[in-house]
């Protein structure tokens, strides 16, 4: 089994394009791997994914949520820490099981004085209230989404997975050439979704020949 942290300084652009494509990825202030996590005491293997966006094409889902949301208004900035972005946070995390991080802040910047990452996030309003928030960090030619969260009252409104959509749209646009979104779990459905957004454009990375690949040859290897 693998795991490993770093706890850099500073990461220029061009360092997240290689910690991502070397399936490092952003926890908190500082950049780890692993292959494995733990449930109650039973271990599954990690497999890190991404998308290449030349390959990439909204799908019917996404158009559908577009429809659906297309009063919302929605911004795409610089992020910088705040309140009100902590509130948001609050009255998600109230809606989902324990365990998850105490608060915003110590997710994304724990004890440092700065980020040192460069985070971006699109933000949703509906009639000028903040009502889900989506934090990415960008490199030169990489994006990684890093936390998406919403007010519980639109669940209805599929935010969470909105966001998803909308920042590998932006970063398409912006001509970057692959999003990360972390990794799914095989055995612990709560990761699937990742699956599903952007399918015919995933690849997974393969550890043990440090190569990424279609993830349709994951799954007719595994079946």
């Not at 996404?62 to 900035?77: D, P, V």
């Not at 957004?197 to 190569?211: A, F, N, P, R, T």
Request: hydrophobic fraction near 35%; aromatic fraction near 18%.
């Amino acid at each position: 089994m693998i795991q490993d942290f770093k706890f850099p300084l500073r990461i220029q652009p061009e360092e997240l394009d290689t910690y991502l494509a070397a399936g490092w990825y952003r926890m908190g202030q500082c950049v780890f791997t692993t292959d494995f996590v733990e449930r109650d005491g039973v271990y599954f293997k990690t497999i890190w994914l991404r998308n290449r966006l030349k390959n990439y094409q909204p799908s019917t889902s996404f158009q559908k949520l577009e429809k659906r949301n297309k009063e919302f208004a929605t911004e795409i900035i610089p992020f910088n820490y705040c309140k009100p972005y902590e509130l948001l946070f609050q009255k998600y995390r109230a809606s989902l099981p324990p365990g998850r991080a105490g608060d915003l802040h110590s997710f994304l910047i724990g004890d440092s004085p700065y980020l040192i990452f460069k985070s971006w996030v699109i933000n949703i309003y509906d009639n000028g209230n903040l009502i889900g928030s989506g934090v990415f960090d960008l490199g030169k030619k990489s994006a990684a989404g890093i936390s998406s969260f919403y007010d519980p009252d639109y669940k209805k409104c599929s935010i969470g997975r909105y966001l998803i959509y909308k920042k590998i749209e932006y970063c398409k646009q912006m001509g970057y050439d692959y999003f990360y979104p972390g990794y799914f779990v095989p055995g612990i459905k709560a990761f699937d979704y990742k699956l599903d957004i952007g399918k015919e454009s995933l690849e997974y990375y393969d550890m043990d020949k440090d190569q990424w690949k279609p993830l349709s040859q994951f799954v007719l290897k595994n079946q």
